[in-house]
């Protein structure tokens, strides 16, 4: 028999408990991560705990023996981090606009400015974390050639946190809700982990 219609459009493939696991697994790490992350390492744990399943192997006797969520989190943000071929400068640049296009956008709502090579500088708020030696340190906010999305304190000196977030326009998008949050004062100080 054959049904007609539209199937279901395709979505992530995870457990409920295994997206769980990842959050608590990416609030011990110092890195923020963009939802498509966490939600790609959480279709990966649903399936590394299918096959300990089909091995006699519950989800919950992983947990004696090594970090599976943790695991799956720093193999799939690895791919983010650093990509497998270089990207030119002209699409770091063209990954910066779309940033800054995303900040700047009404539903985000900040002031930015176009910062040093691919990258933007965000005007803080009155809840952003302190930062810089005054603690009124604006944020930068970039992608790198060889490597992911990352910010800072606009501060000679100020450490990075990477942002585990897809190289492209949507993920462009998903680091500038992340950036509106902690302007905001929503994730406390990440800087801090």
Do not use: C
Not at 17 to 38: D, F
Not at 118 to 141: K, M, Q, W
Not at 165 to 187: D, F, K, M, T, Y
């Amino acid at each position: 028999m054959t049904t007609t219609g539209s199937a279901p459009a395709p979505g992530p493939v995870y457990s409920p408990e295994a997206y769980t696991a990842i959050e608590k697994a990416a609030r011990s790490h110092r890195t923020l991560y963009a939802p498509s992350v966490l939600e790609h390492a959480a279709e990966l744990l649903t399936g590394l705990w299918a096959t300990g399943e089909r091995h006699g192997v519950t989800a919950s006797e992983w947990g004696w023996a090594v970090d599976l969520a943790g695991g799956a989190l720093d193999v799939v943000s690895r791919r983010y981090e650093r990509p497998a071929k270089e990207r030119t400068s002209e699409e770091a640049l063209a990954l910066a606009r779309h940033l800054m296009e995303a900040l700047t956008s009404d539903e985000i709502g900040l002031s930015a400015t176009p910062g040093p090579r691919a990258s933007v500088i965000v005007e803080r708020g009155s809840a952003t974390p302190r930062g810089g030696f005054h603690g009124d340190a604006n944020l930068i906010v970039g992608i790198h050639t060889d490597s992911g999305w990352d910010m800072a304190f606009n501060q000679n000196g100020a450490p990075l946190l990477p942002v585990a977030a897809p190289a492209s326009q949507a993920g462009a998008s998903q680091v500038a809700e992340i950036v509106r949050a902690l302007v905001h004062g929503e994730l406390g100080n990440p800087f801090r982990r």
